[in-house]
């Protein structure tokens, strides 16, 4: 299943993006009605928090869908309409919390290398995270920033699970079984300010904390199976990684590069504390997958995002999230 958050006119809804080219909703409510689930539908939240039920009522609107069954029109209004007739916005747009790791060896390495640092060995003891503004969440479509966030702002190119299940002290062995589905992240970052308040040791924050960027839409796991490999550390999963500025091809990478899979990153995440339906958890910025990087390797040439640049992420089977830079 692909399940989308839309806009259409002043309302927000849930909903299953279908068609063999993705371009019609299937809106979730009001094909519950009429398939009798019982389900709250209301948000892709809700139907999250729903777990296995959840589930079961996403797959039976979609085979009513397949079928033909459903009505044009149900509880006052359409059951299904045209994916550009409404605006997309992140499948879960307020999640009840947001970590992103720093998964990515290659990205770690490379960026410490181009600011004159040796690797950190403790990147190689234990998966690492940050707690980022889960209430600045955008999907695709404008993202409005600050003249400060100007200053070197800069894209990541990452891959973020959402947990469907509640769960503490996890072990790598049965952490994917808690993991909802998969999204594409974009993890803003203006570098200017983070690197001056990073001085003080606790990490990033404003640095960070007035965007990242989830969606299309929401991956299930199943839709995956044919590209994920079970290993003992957790499942590895074959997903292609681009990311574009302005049309211009600027990284590349995997999905199944993260050193640390994100089965490692929830154990290390749920030890001593619990996870929630509808928490996000990303991978960190892939090797090559920002500007930091990418500057500090000569690759590009002093080049940051700015007012009117566009952004498109892709990544295999979890779509393309594009977003343009606004300066407010």
Request: with cysteine.
């Amino acid at each position: 299943m692909k399940l989308v958050t839309y806009r259409q006119g002043n309302e927000s809804r849930s909903g299953l993006l279908v068609g063999e080219n993705l371009d019609r909703v299937v809106d979730l409510v009001r094909a519950l009605g009429y398939v009798g689930h019982r389900v709250d539908g209301r948000s892709v939240l809700g139907l999250v928090e729903a777990g296995a039920d959840g589930l079961d009522a996403g797959r039976k609107v979609l085979a009513a869908h397949a079928e033909k069954k459903l009505p044009e029109v149900h509880a006052g209004g359409p059951t299904t309409i045209d994916a550009a007739a409404v605006t997309l916005l992140s499948p879960i747009p307020r999640p009840p919390s947001m970590r992103d790791g720093y998964a990515f060896r290659q990205h770690v390495e490379t960026a410490r290398r181009n600011r004159g640092l040796e690797m950190i060995p403790e990147f190689d003891q234990f998966p690492v995270f940050y707690f980022t503004n889960h209430q600045a969440v955008v999907g695709p479509g404008p993202v409005h920033v600050k003249p400060r966030h100007l200053e070197r702002l800069d894209f990541e190119l990452e891959a973020a699970v959402v947990v469907g299940a509640e769960a503490r002290d996890l072990s790598a062995a049965n952490a994917d079984d808690v993991i909802f589905g998969m999204t594409i992240m974009n993890d803003f970052s203006a570098r200017a300010l983070q690197m001056d308040e990073m001085k003080l040791s606790l990490g990033p924050a404003k640095g960070k904390d007035f965007a990242t960027g989830l969606g299309p839409y929401l991956v299930t796991m199943d839709e995956l199976a044919s590209f994920t490999e079970t290993t003992a550390s957790g499942a590895r999963f074959d997903l292609g990684m681009r990311a574009f500025v302005n049309g211009v091809q600027v990284s590349t990478g995997n999905v199944k590069d993260m050193t640390w899979t994100f089965a490692q990153i929830l154990e290390r995440a749920s030890y001593g504390v619990t996870l929630y339906p509808g928490d996000v958890v990303g991978s960190g910025t892939c090797g090559t997958g920002c500007f930091l990087e990418l500057n500090g390797s000569k690759i590009t040439n002093n080049q940051w995002l700015m007012p009117g640049d566009v952004v498109a992420l892709e990544i295999d089977q979890l779509g393309r999230l594009e977003n343009r830079i606004v300066a407010s």
